[in-house]
């Protein structure tokens, strides 16, 4: 249940960033032994993420979606799937899923928003400028330190 205290601490850090609004969902797997372990997963975060237990019977969720039990699928405001990050990017140890959630928040794709949050032009910009000063810092290493941007795979799907 690491998983699920990482996404715990996760959130209540985007939270105090002032990313606030922000719904997250585990998907609980089919089986049986899952099944079982149900309550223990829910025990380990707090009301602020949905557990959805999956039907034995039910279309499996994660095929429905073309994904695996480790993925992360992150959606924009208005619904739309903005990143799917498979294993290994999913490790919440990494920092592909705090940085894809933050740039499907700021995004403003379809220009001016009702679900947009009053103050989210301040909050995105001190995002920014902090991506800005870790991108500096990294590139201003001398030379003989090698330093590898690596990107999560991503999928952009339009509807």
Known sequence: FTFSI???DLRVKLENEGLVNISYVVVNHQGTQSHRKFHLLKESVSDYITVYQ???KQADVWTTLNGNKD??????RC???VYHLGLPYSFLSFQY???SIKIAYCENKC????????DIDYICENITKKADEKLAEIESKPTGQH???HHPHRQRHHH
């Open 6 to 8: 990482r996404l715990e």
């Open 54 to 56: 999956q039907d034995e």
């Open 71 to 76: 993925d992360f699928l992150i959606y924009d």
């Open 79 to 81: 619904g739309r799937l």
């Open 97 to 99: 899923v705090e940085e």
């Open 111 to 118: 220009g001016n928003c009702s679900y947009t949050e009053p």
């Open 147 to 149: 330093s590898h941007h």
